[in-house]
T-cell receptor, first 115, second 117 residues
Framework: AQTVTQSQPEMSVQEAETVTLSCTYD???????LFWYKQPPSRQMILVIR??????QNATENRFSVNFQKAAKSFSLKISDSQLGDTAMYFC????????????FGKGTLLTVNP | NAGVMQNPRHLVRRRGQEARLRCSPM?????VYWYRQLPEEGLKFMVY????????ESGMPKERFSAEFPKEGPSILRIQQVVRGDSAAYFC???????????????FGEGSWLTVV
């Protein structure tokens, strides 16, 4: 079974600065997908970014980028130019290539952006 | 992902009552998934449904929980004889036909919060 570990329960960053959230996972599979979801105070689950394991290039979405280290099984999220609206719970998730609807989530990192 | 509609957003039930949570997938999506989020936890997979079929229910508790996705109408997650431990957020997600070649991204609704008193 896959496991996803987010070792930082809480983090804070000043507005406009950069922050990195860490995520590690454990799997014996070679084909899989990784995701970062954001859950703001409204509690909605919002997809932030997605990475296919077979792609070496790190995914980027505007101010959000990932550092995907397949050998180390690490998938960190970098948020540049942090904004107050980035304050949320961030969940890292793993999706198996064979049944990639069945996501395994980490316990989350609560990020607070301070003015 | 705002297209996945869940209702009610908040539901309060007394122990022993039944809870019914509804989910309408995004337009064009025929695959529905239910996840549960317990307090201080990440989401956990419960069940995967297509129209009139349960594809994978490996995450469903063995008793009191059932799910359906009828030919017409929304998907329903039903919890009978609720207990305090059922208090959680229940998220529905949907996707188009999953592609093995490019993977599958699922889109979540806003969740339904069940409180059992």
């Amino acid at each position: 079974a896959q496991t996803v570990t987010q070792s930082q329960p809480e983090m804070s960053v000043q507005e406009a600065e950069t922050v990195t959230l860490s995520c590690t996972y454990d799997t014996s599979e070679n084909n899989y997908y990784l995701f970062w979801y954001k859950q703001p105070p409204s509690r909605q689950m919002i997809l932030v970014i997605r990475q296919e394991a077979y792609k070496q290039q790190n995914a980027t979405e505007n101010r959000f980028s990932v550092n995907f280290q397949k050998a180390a099984k690490s998938f960190s999220l970098k948020i540049s130019d942090s904004q107050l609206g980035d304050t949320a719970m961030y969940f890292c998730a793993f999706g198996s290539g064979g049944s990639n609807y069945k996501l395994t989530f980490g316990k989350g990192t609560l990020l607070t952006v301070n003015p | 992902n705002a297209g996945v509609m869940q209702n009610p957003r908040h539901l309060v039930r007394r122990r022993g009552q039944e809870a019914r949570l509804r989910c309408s997938p995004m337009k064009g999506h025929s695959h529905v998934y239910w996840y549960r989020q317990l307090p201080e936890e990440g989401l956990k997979f419960m069940v995967y449904l297509q129209k009139e079929n349960i594809i994978d229910e490996s995450g469903m508790p063995k008793e009191r929980f059932s799910a359906e996705f009828p030919k017409e109408g929304p998907s329903i997650l039903r919890i009978q004889q609720v207990v305090r431990g059922d208090s959680a957020a229940y998220f529905c997600a949907s996707s188009p036909l999953p592609k093995k070649s490019s993977g599958n991204t699922i889109y979540f609704g806003e969740g339904s919060w069940l409180t059992v008193v």
